[in-house]
């Protein structure tokens, strides 16, 4: 762990990553501190170069108060984004600018035993590449799909260790510190943190991609649940259709509700003949597939709209479950699958309409994230910032300040 006084500047740091701008007033509000500390703590960080005065805030009657922000290079945060098939890994800086180029890896998890092995390779691979002193970044975000237990470090459904955790076995190879989280959390806390959600009470955030996550925000809190395994949404078992689900129970949202299933109706109609300008077959990708269906359904095809439109409307009948059990404000549809746009928004609406008691949707609002399929990105850089007051001490202040230039 690290000083009282390092304690003091890295808490105002975090605030400045997350709030962008902020007061010295603000800054007192926030770190419960007095403003006087608040104030010496500003001023070491201005004549270190890691922050600057940015001008006074609007006039509200009284004193404007000066403005301060972090400058954007002062350190960097490596975020892995993860799904069962693809890997995403990114570097942002302190005002969430992507540095570089996002790395895509086609990276299986399932009956994957080398999973583990291969992103610890490919994260050092991107780190080494970036051109950018791994003393400068604060620490790695991973978010993954699965059974994520925070707490131990590691992941029941995938990334399997034979010994000690998927942290410790990452950290030990980068030599930087890592945390991991379930992917449809981390969609949450982004757009707690930077989206629709900032400010507000209770918010569903779904992730749509090859199942259905949940990110769950309950009086303001990002809600885990007592394991960390809340939000199984593609779990809920709404239908009595005999088909099995990557969990091995039958009849879940998922089965009937995901861009695999979308690709999967796609390919059987093309093959019974239905009219379409759709050009995939089985040999594509199912990224590439889903990507040119969403393309096409945007496009006006009469047959990839039909496809969403029954995709979109089966997990508005989910949503209606949510909406009885937790009254929220705001459903935001975020992941993969958020780049179809308003084409989720009717068909989710219409089962709305037809499942939830009028009075409980009544002031419902369902809205796609303007942070899209970069939502997971987003918050893996969130998740180590989040915990940046909290964490291990990486690098020594001097050492930190003295390759900021």
Known sequence: MFDKQEGYRRSIIKHLYFKEELSCADLSALTQKSPPLVTKVLNELIADGAAVEKGYALSTGGRRPQMYSLKPDLMYVVSVAMDQLVTRIAMLDMHNTL???????????????EALAQLTRHISYFIDKSGVDKARIVGVGIGMPGFVDVTKGVNHSFLKTE????????????GLPVLIDNDSHLGALAEQKFGAANSKENVMVLVIGWGVGLG???KGELFRGENGFAGEFSHIPLFT?????????????????????VVEKALQGMKEGKATALKIDSQ???????NIIMDMALKGDRFAVELFYEIAYNIGRGISILIHLLNPKLIVLSGRGSQAGRLWLAPIQQAINEYCIPKIAENIEVIVSSLGYQAEIVGGAALVMENYDQGRKKVSRSKLMSSVG
């Open 99 to 113: 540095i570089g180029e996002v790395l895509r890896i086609d990276l299986p998890l399932t009956e994957n035993g």
């Open 163 to 174: 010994q000690g955790s998927i942290i410790s076995h990452i950290e030990s190879v980068l």
């Open 216 to 218: 769950m925000i309950l």
């Open 241 to 261: 259709n005999n088909k099995i689900c990557s969990c091995g129970k039958f009849g879940c949202l998922e089965t009937e509700a995901s861009l695999l299933v």
């Open 284 to 290: 594509d990708s199912v990224e590439d597939a889903s």
